[in-house]
């Protein structure tokens, strides 16, 4: 499935390139002002910071809400207290865009990630183009060349790479890219099994001085406290904003 997600996401670049040549973009990429720092916006605190997710639909759960506003969803969290916006812009299975990325980030003033199935340059060139601050970059769908170029090529245009694992040789390959975000996602993406317990057995792996993002499976306050007691700085959390009060339930999330 994450073969299959990757390939799409790439043809899909392929095909907005035929409009969009890579010249046209990378120079709408160093016409943005700069990003925002996110590693210092999610350095570790005393308190647990929240990365809230606009998610309409996902391959494992389908439909999850129906989201006409992105950028007023992204307002939403930002008063309740979110630390940065991720930006799902894929289209045929979460129902993203590159669209509601740019309009998320004419509306927050917090760091906004662009989460999605990267692996070329146009794709990067795109994200900072549309505001991104921040590439998710997912460790299991690249080989270590590609995953090196990409997470240079982020770093030189001023954002912030997110470096996504699921294991503990996964976590080796990031610490190796010098990698300073670093997500473990409790989703297998390929099974689409969930582990909570997976962070907490990864968590004396992280790299020294890396922020230590927990990802996916956060549907209650308790889930957020088991991964901040096991060393999470951030989480990341879509379903349960999207499905739920994303007031009452960043406010719960965030008291953790
Ligand atoms: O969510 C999915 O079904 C999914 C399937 C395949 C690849 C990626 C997928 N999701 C992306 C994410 O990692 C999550 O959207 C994110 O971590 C938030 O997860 P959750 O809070 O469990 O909605």
Redesign the pocket.
């Given at each position: 499935?994450l073969s299959e997600?990757t390939a799409n996401a790439v043809a899909d670049a392929e095909t907005r390139r035929a409009d969009r040549p890579l010249a046209e973009v990378e120079a709408a990429a160093l016409a943005r002002p700069a990003a925002i720092d996110a590693l210092a916006v999610l350095a570790p605190a005393e308190r647990v910071k929240v990365i809230a997710?606009i998610?309409r639909s996902?391959?494992?759960?389908g439909a999850l809400a129906s989201i006409d506003d992105a950028a007023a969803l992204a307002r939403t969290y930002e008063i309740g207290g979110a630390s940065a916006i991720s930006v799902?812009t894929e289209g045929r299975k979460f129902g993203g865009s590159l669209a509601d990325l740019e309009s998320v980030r004419a509306a927050v003033s917090l760091p906004v990630l662009r989460k999605d199935f990267i692996a070329t340059p146009y794709q990067v060139f795109e994200a900072r183009a549309a505001g991104a601050d921040l590439v998710l970059l997912i460790v299991a769908a690249l080989d270590d060349a590609t995953l090196g170029e990409l997470h240079g090529l982020i770093t030189q245009l001023g954002m912030t790479p997110l470096v996504e694992t699921h294991s503990a040789d996964e976590l080796e390959r990031a610490a190796q890219l010098g990698a300073r975000l670093i997500g473990v996602?409790a989703?297998d993406?390929t099974t689409?099994e969930l582990d909570r317990d997976l962070f907490g057995r990864l968590a004396d792996r992280f790299p020294e001085g890396a922020i230590r993002v927990a990802?996916?499976?956060?549907l209650s306050a308790a889930d957020v406290a088991h991964y901040r007691a096991a060393g999470a700085d951030a989480v990341?959390?879509?379903?349960?904003l999207v499905t739920g009060d994303p007031i009452a339930n960043l406010s719960a999330f965030l008291a953790v």
């Amino acid at each position: 499935m994450l073969s299959e997600l990757t390939a799409n996401a790439v043809a899909d670049a392929e095909t907005r390139r035929a409009d969009r040549p890579l010249a046209e973009v990378e120079a709408a990429a160093l016409a943005r002002p700069a990003a925002i720092d996110a590693l210092a916006v999610l350095a570790p605190a005393e308190r647990v910071k929240v990365i809230a997710e606009i998610k309409r639909s996902s391959p494992s759960r389908g439909a999850l809400a129906s989201i006409d506003d992105a950028a007023a969803l992204a307002r939403t969290y930002e008063i309740g207290g979110a630390s940065a916006i991720s930006v799902l812009t894929e289209g045929r299975k979460f129902g993203g865009s590159l669209a509601d990325l740019e309009s998320v980030r004419a509306a927050v003033s917090l760091p906004v990630l662009r989460k999605d199935f990267i692996a070329t340059p146009y794709q990067v060139f795109e994200a900072r183009a549309a505001g991104a601050d921040l590439v998710l970059l997912i460790v299991a769908a690249l080989d270590d060349a590609t995953l090196g170029e990409l997470h240079g090529l982020i770093t030189q245009l001023g954002m912030t790479p997110l470096v996504e694992t699921h294991s503990a040789d996964e976590l080796e390959r990031a610490a190796q890219l010098g990698a300073r975000l670093i997500g473990v996602n409790a989703r297998d993406l390929t099974t689409f099994e969930l582990d909570r317990d997976l962070f907490g057995r990864l968590a004396d792996r992280f790299p020294e001085g890396a922020i230590r993002v927990a990802e996916s499976a956060v549907l209650s306050a308790a889930d957020v406290a088991h991964y901040r007691a096991a060393g999470a700085d951030a989480v990341l959390v879509g379903e349960a904003l999207v499905t739920g009060d994303p007031i009452a339930n960043l406010s719960a999330f965030l008291a953790v």
